[in-house]
T-cell receptor, first 113, second 111 residues
Framework: ELKVEQNPLFLSMQEGKNYTIYCNYSTTSDRLYWYRQDPGKSLESLFVLLSNGAVKQEGRLMASLDTKARLSTLHITAAVHDLSATYFCAVAPGGTSYGKLTFGQGTILTVHP | DGGITQSPKYLFRKEGQNVTLSCEQNLNHDAMYWYRQDPGQGLRLIYYSQIVNDFQKGDIAEGYSVSREKKESFPLTVTSAQKNPTAFYLC??????????FGQGTRLTVV
């Protein structure tokens, strides 16, 4: 059974600081996703990581994937209040239907002035 | 506009009642999915369908049923057998590539 674990589950940051969210998964996968969710809203796709060593950046967020370690990271640089949200990683096991995802528990990020 | 439309946005169910959540997509995607989200938790897969007239159980299918009579539509019925249906339900679809797209969700509450 595929398990996906995120840490930390709660993250309180000051504006301007850097931090990293970690996503570990238990079995081989060829796709890893990062999503953002605002309260009461749907999921917004942030990154899709498809291969070992993949790194993607968008604004203050950067995601990376190490398939050998079964680890993905979401790095936040110089946090701003607008980044406050819940962040999920999700994994699709190799060879499965493309939207059949196993999600982590989510990391609730709060950025303070 | 292409997208995934879920309705209603809010739904209230009485004890012992069946209710149906609608999911329609005009993206011409082959596969569609239903996920459930409980407060403070990640999403869990209920059912998915890769082609019309075929669907498979996900991790938490008990108490739910689906149909896929048209490519565009994948309704979810929450039956009276689902003892704890209060949750946020998200529908998703994907083409035959690696991306999945989510609808805006239906919040179901038992009253």
């Amino acid at each position: 059974e595929l398990k996906v674990e995120q840490n930390p589950l709660f993250l309180s940051m000051q504006e301007g600081k850097n931090y990293t969210i970690y996503c570990n998964y238990s079995t081989t996968s060829d796709r890893l996703y990062w999503y953002r969710q605002d309260p009461g809203k749907s999921l917004e796709s942030l990154f899709v990581l498809l291969s070992n060593g993949a790194v993607k950046q968008e604004g203050r967020l950067m995601a990376s994937l190490d398939t050998k370690a079964r680890l993905s990271t979401l790095h936040i640089t110089a946090a701003v209040h607008d980044l406050s949200a819940t962040y999920f990683c999700a994994v699709a096991p190799g060879g499965t239907s493309y939207g059949k995802l196993t999600f982590g528990q989510g990391t609730i990020l709060t950025v303070h002035p | 506009d292409g997208g995934i439309t879920q309705s209603p946005k809010y739904l209230f169910r009485k004890e012992g009642q069946n209710v149906t959540l609608s999911c329609e997509q005009n993206l011409n995607h082959d596969a569609m999915y239903w996920y459930r989200q409980d407060p403070g938790q990640g999403l869990r897969l209920i059912y998915y369908s890769q082609i019309v007239n075929d669907f498979q159980k996900g991790d938490i299918a008990e108490g739910y049923s689906v149909s896929r009579e048209k490519k565009e539509s994948f309704p979810l019925t929450v039956t009276s057998a689902q003892k704890n249906p209060t949750a946020f339900y998200l529908c998703a679809s994907s083409p035959r590539v690696y991306e999945a797209f989510f609808g805006q969700g239906t919040r179901l509450t038992v009253v």
